[in-house]
């Protein structure tokens, strides 16, 4: 990551510069450039497609864990921790179901008060009541 930060800047500062303030060696940038990418790296890249195809395939609901379930359906070894970070590298949330909360209890002991007022809304003529 240092490198590509370094790679981007050097149109702006001399990479001599940026490689000392980083306490890093400019061969090292150089030898970058040209080293393979990791079997780790390469195989995070690939379970990105598939953590992808998971959450298209459950509509955008499934977190961590669900997914890790599909892993599993589909033959593949990945730890829930491991899909997790790379979820959240990839900045995927999983969509929050919101749950049916229910406010009234009908079914209550205490007795309904009496209506004390009992209006009486017959009217003898219009705009007497």
Known sequence: MIFATVAAERAHYPVRVMCRALGMSPSGLYASRTRPESKRAWEDRRLKVLVHASLAG?????????????????????????????????GLIARVVKRYKVTTDSDHDPPIADNVRRPDFTAQAPNQR
């Not at 499934?62 to 921790?81: L, Q, T």
């Open 58 to 90: 459950g509509r955008r609901y499934y977190g961590g864990p669900r997914i890790h379930d599909d892993f599993i359906e589909w033959g593949e070894r990945a730890s829930c921790k491991r899909i997790i970070r790379l979820t959240q590298e990839e």
